[in-house]
């Protein structure tokens, strides 16, 4: 069994920096993607980035709404993924959730939410 545990959202201004991290514990293979979705009131959920873990090198891929303004890291030895929000907008108002994709299963956590004031 997989748990997720995301921390770090909460409420900024417009321009504003948040980061967000997940922990990730139980049976965890090095072989994973791991990532952050969100979902808006009325809206569905989509993806924002996502880090696959390549031995020496990492593959990120954004959503193009957030590219240059979002960064996804991770920390394999602690099992954590990291977003780090900068020049925050109104619209990436919405909760964000940790995902990790591990021999064919998806797990989810729980979701932080983040709000932009304008």
């Known amino acids: 069994q997989v748990q997720l545990v995301e921390s770090g959202g909460g409420l900024v201004e417009a321009g504003g920096s948040l980061r967000l991290s997940c922990v990730a514990s139980g049976s965890i293979f090095s072989i994973n993607i791991m990532g952050w979705y969100r979902q808006a009131p009325g809206k569905q959920r989509e993806l924002v980035a996502t880090?696959?873990?390549?031995?020496?090198?990492?593959?990120?891929d954004y959503a193009d709404s957030v590219k240059g303004r979002f960064t996804i890291s991770r920390d394999n030895a602690k099992n954590t993924v990291n977003l780090q929000m900068s020049s925050l907008k109104s619209e990436d108002t919405a909760v964000y959730y940790c995902?990790?994709?591990?021999?064919?299963?998806?797990?989810w956590g729980q979701g932080t939410q983040v709000t932009v004031s304008s």
């Open positions: 880090i696959t873990s390549g031995g020496s090198t990492d593959y990120v």
């Open positions: 995902n990790m994709r591990m021999l064919g299963f998806t797990y």
